[in-house]
């Protein structure tokens, strides 16, 4: 089990949770309130060790986290293991990871960088 046991439910149990805000069989007192999910989901897969799915494999191996953005202080910035959910990666237009963001990292934090790739694609 990946980032310490932090979601164990089946991938049928994660969707209930998404779209309700409560785990089945959890009755009412464990509901979280939130806009239901309407973005599709994928299945919950592993991102680290032997078991990798590949893309994650792939991202993982392409580059780590930009140590010296401020957000990604208590990041992982080396090693062989993606710390925790939300990561994010930047895909240049010929598939190569480019960047690669800590969960504290917001859209905001990342324009300088989408800037970067989009002007490389206009300056050729």
């Given at each position: 089990?990946?980032?310490g046991k932090?979601?164990?439910?089946?991938?049928?149990?994660?969707?209930?949770?998404?779209?309700?805000?409560t785990?089945?069989?959890?009755?009412?007192?464990?509901?979280?309130?939130?806009?239901?999910?309407t973005?599709?989901?994928?299945?919950?897969?592993e991102?680290?060790?032997?078991?990798?799915?590949?893309?994650?494999?792939?991202?993982?191996?392409?580059?780590?986290?930009?140590?010296?953005?401020p957000l990604?202080?208590n990041?992982?910035?080396?090693?062989?293991?993606?710390?925790?959910?939300?990561?994010?990666?930047?895909?240049?237009k010929?598939?190569?990871?480019?960047?690669?963001?800590?969960?504290r990292?917001?859209?905001n934090?990342?324009?300088?960088?989408?800037?970067s790739?989009?002007?490389?694609?206009?300056?050729?």
């Amino acid at each position: 089990m990946q980032f310490g046991k932090q979601e164990p439910g089946s991938n049928k149990d994660i969707k209930a949770f998404a779209q309700t805000g409560t785990y089945p069989g959890k009755g009412p007192n464990r509901k979280y309130d939130h806009p239901p999910a309407t973005f599709d989901l994928f299945a919950k897969v592993e991102i680290n060790g032997a078991n990798a799915d590949p893309v994650f494999k792939f991202l993982h191996d392409s580059l780590l986290v930009q140590p010296e953005h401020p957000l990604n202080r208590n990041e992982v910035v080396s090693g062989p293991r993606i710390k925790g959910n939300f990561n994010k990666w930047l895909i240049d237009k010929h598939g190569r990871p480019r960047f690669h963001f800590g969960k504290r990292a917001t859209l905001n934090d990342m324009e300088p960088s989408i800037l970067s790739l989009l002007d490389e694609d206009l300056l050729g």
